[in-house]
């Protein structure tokens, strides 16, 4: 199953070379960025509950709103993950890890290579180019569109989002490319060569997908759409802040012994042990998220508040052994076959507690066998969609990581999607699977 929201932003780090880098960059973007890690904290630093019951309804519904495929939530923290880790190197991976003593550089710089300007270059626009996609996605916008966003970057960007961009100018821009960095990548990017040299690039063909075209023509004339866009914005941010490679240097040395002739060694080191795009977009989507689910569970509580308070006194006394089962003597059933992965026919046969005696449609009685009501099932075939399935089904589920099939029950159906809740588990696990993940 894939991460949930909740999940997501649970595991962000407090402190590692990622955290740090982004705090010593905090004077291009001053009080734009807090590192909020923790789901529940950062509802209440976004939102300023403090209701535990709240703050709860707003977690399940976030990851509800997270996992419905007809968002592009989930389709933006996957273009952050691969942006990041497509050109990281394994070999110095651990280095990110280091969060208390001061890294000497010199230790390691035999295992790093710095990049060729033209390389830091490709890198450099398609993590435009995704940036510009993934804010599409979170804001429901059909087709990436570089003036809607470079509009919304020079006027509305703040918090992560604008950190995140700072961090590109910085880590991607200035220090590996110089203070020129602009005019080169305009040099570069319109190049005779440019466009074999950006469809070799193992970025962009771990990215390719993404890119809206329908050739390979079309992929690499957006990426100078999205430079194009932006570029006036990370002029004025340059001139504006007053940005160079040895102020970035100055502010990373607090962490990283450095030298001014070591710069781009220094760019490659960033490059390779941080994953500031995939930190900051987990949490761009995070807050996006949290305040819909906040406005969405207020107008519940509202809701709920308006409704005269009733009382069933006959169901309240009802006891659990009064409540009329689904399942009777004689009554047709599937029952699940771990083995065999498959549902088959049957009729139960006795009933005692929560055992049912059962026989095999087809099969002799040295077939029958007691099983629990947690493998057998009514199929509602009046009500099911093409594929047999309806809403309020009991169904197994493909768990790919832990090879394993688990009960769930059919929430919402669209198309050949479905939204399950597994049993035993809460809501936060609560997904949208797809026809061959589902029995």
Partial sequence: MDKTIVQLVDELPSDNITVKVLKALDYVAPGQWDNLVGFDNTVRAITGETDANVIKKIRDRADSIYLDPQNGYQAAIKLYQIIDKADAAMGTAALANKVSEKISFLSFLGNITPKADVTQTIDLVLKIAIEIIAFCKI???????????????????????????????CIDGILPLGPDFLMKIQEIIGGATANDAIMQNPVFQAVNSSLPGNSPADKVGFLSQAFNSVQGWMNNLVAKTGITPQSIANGLSSFVQIADDNLDFVAAFLDQTTNYFEHTGIQTVARSIILQAHTLVKTEIA???????????????????????????????????????????????????????????????????????????????????????????????????????????IEEIRGQQYFVHYQGYDSSYDEWLDLAEIR
């Fill in 139 to 169: 804001n429901g916008i059909p087709q990436p569109n570089p003036q809607e966003f470079a509009n919304i970057l020079a006027n509305n960007y703040q918090n992560a989002s604008l950190m995140r961009m700072a961090a590109l100018v």
């Fill in 303 to 409: 809701e709920e508040a308006k409704k005269p308070q009733q009382q069933d006194t006959a169901s309240a006394s009802k006891s659990k052994s009064d409540t009329p089962t689904q399942y009777e003597v004689n009554s047709t059933v599937e029952v699940w076959d771990e083995e065999q992965e498959e549902w088959y026919k049957a009729t139960i046969q006795k009933i005692k507690d929560d055992q049912f005696f059962i026989n095999y449609v087809g099969y002799g009685s040295s077939a029958d066998e007691w099983v629990g009501e947690d493998v057998i099932r009514i199929r509602a075939l009046e009500s099911s969609d093409d594929n047999g399935f309806a809403v309020g089904q009991k169904v197994k589920c493909w768990d790919e990581e832990n090879e394993e099939w688990y009960s769930a029950t």
